[in-house]
């Protein structure tokens, strides 16, 4: 499950039918994605970009 932050972050480039709209497996695929992120980040949610989180959606759908 994504942190509350994070996930505000995304709602701010994605609409929430997107959000909505993922499959099962792509939800999976975003997830996994976004820890990636987070790995890479040390944990620091501020330090993602948007762009960082346009290239996890990207990569997950």
Do not use: C, F, P, R
């Amino acid at each position: 499950m994504l942190s509350h932050k994070l996930y505000e972050k995304l709602s701010n480039i994605m609409s929430q039918s997107a959000l909505n709209n993922l499959s099962d497996t792509q939800v999976e695929a975003l997830e996994e994605e976004l820890s990636k992120l987070i790995q890479e980040k040390n944990g620091d949610i501020d330090e993602i970009s948007y762009d960082d989180l346009l290239a996890a959606w990207e990569n997950a759908t």
